[in-house]
């Protein structure tokens, strides 16, 4: 894994390659979905959100 820095003006001349009309259209099961089979994802399960703590603005 690489990890690379980028400057401000270097993110702001990025082209955007997110489809928002695929992503919007997503299911809350296709995202939870794609979430358990990312590797990458640290999707919390039930027994990690029961131990969640609200917390005041």
């Known amino acids: ?3 690379k820095k980028y400057t401000e003006e270097e993110l702001n001349k990025l082209k ?3 489809d928002y009309e695929t992503v919007g259209n997503l299911t809350e099961e296709e995202i ?3 979430s ?3 590797p ?3 999707t ?3 027994v990690n959100l029961k ?3 609200k ?3």
């Open 16 to 18: 955007d390659k997110t």
């Open 51 to 53: 131990k969640f703590k």
């Open 44 to 46: 919390p399960t039930d």
């Open 1 to 3: 894994m690489c990890i």
């Open 36 to 38: 358990k089979n990312d």
């Open 32 to 34: 939870e979905e794609g």
């Open 40 to 42: 990458d994802s640290l």
């Open 55 to 57: 917390v005041r603005k």
